[in-house]
């Protein structure tokens, strides 16, 4: 069973930084796209950023410039820089990876890490 352990989410004023982890239990699989997810109350889920396995990378609008997706492929972990942060960017936040289980490309979710921006 693959597991997607998410952490580095808090509490962190408008215009501080956090760093978001989150670490795919997969070695014996291939983990091909990565990507961060979140979630306001009342809204539905939106997409962050995404990389693949090849580094090329995608982001929302409004977080283009401030937020940078990395990955270390060997230990199959994705990160999430936040710099200048905003209130509306206060959400749960989801590591999202597709696997590559025996030939099936299977998507799975991590538990969410809250990040909640407040001065």
């Known amino acids: 069973q693959v597991q997607l352990v998410e952490s580095g989410g808090g509490l962190v004023q408008p215009g501080g930084s956090l760093r978001l982890s989150c670490a795919a239990s997969?070695?014996?699989?291939?983990?091909?796209?990565m990507g961060w997810y979140r979630q306001a109350p009342g809204k539905q889920r939106e997409l962050v950023a995404i990389?693949?396995?090849?580094?090329?990378?995608n982001y929302a609008g409004s977080v283009k410039g401030r937020f940078t997706i990395s990955r270390d492929n060997a230990k199959n972990i994705v990160y999430l820089q936040m710099n200048s942060l905003k209130h509306e960017d206060t959400a749960v936040y989801y590591c999202?990876?597709?696997?590559?289980?025996?030939?099936?490309?299977?998507?799975?979710w991590g538990q969410g890490t809250q990040v909640t921006v407040s001065s």
């Open positions: 990389i693949t396995s090849g580094a090329i990378t």
């Open positions: 999202n990876a597709d696997i590559d289980q025996w030939g099936r490309l299977v998507e799975y």
């Open positions: 997969a070695s014996i699989f291939n983990v091909y796209t």
